[in-house]
């Protein structure tokens, strides 16, 4: 998975290469990144949806991957331990094993609010459908939201906007 992330206040974007599972041991990516459990298609260890929310955001997670065979998820903490967002998102990928391993096309979308950062991981299998260009419009695209504390706001344009760009414009 590649990855980029955004750093809300500030306006600056961090790129990364990408990283398939094999590539490094996630020992290596994870020093510090807490083990959180997946839930579903919408994690929310940070507490910032309402339960409507995620069930909102979860039907459109599955609609999405129905139509596409893509798997995208969403991944809130609020706290990232040290590690950057791209380093988080990498660990929650490899961890969580988002997306068809022999396609690599998980997508993982990843909001920590108290650090203000926010990062969208692509799996390489996708990489022509969504660029870091394009994920950074996304994630330039949520900001306002976000910035506003509307979390949900800002998710919905994310998934829908990452929807558009890899073939699923409902």
Known sequence: ?????????????LVAGGCKAASAPESAICVGVPNIAL???????????????????????????????????????????GADAMEFATCLGRRWAIGDAKRDDGILILVAPNERQSSVAVGYGLEKALTDVEAKAVIEDMIPSFQKSDYAGGLKIGVDAIAVQTGDPK
């Open 1 to 13: 998975m590649r990855f980029a992330a955004f750093v809300w206040p500030l306006a600056i974007l």
């Open 39 to 81: 839930e579903g298609r919408v994690t929310d260890a940070a507490n910032i949806l309402s339960a409507e929310v995620e069930q909102q955001l979860s039907e459109r997670l599955a609609a999405y991957q129905k139509r596409t065979a893509h798997q995208m998820v969403i991944a809130t903490t609020s706290a990232l331990n």
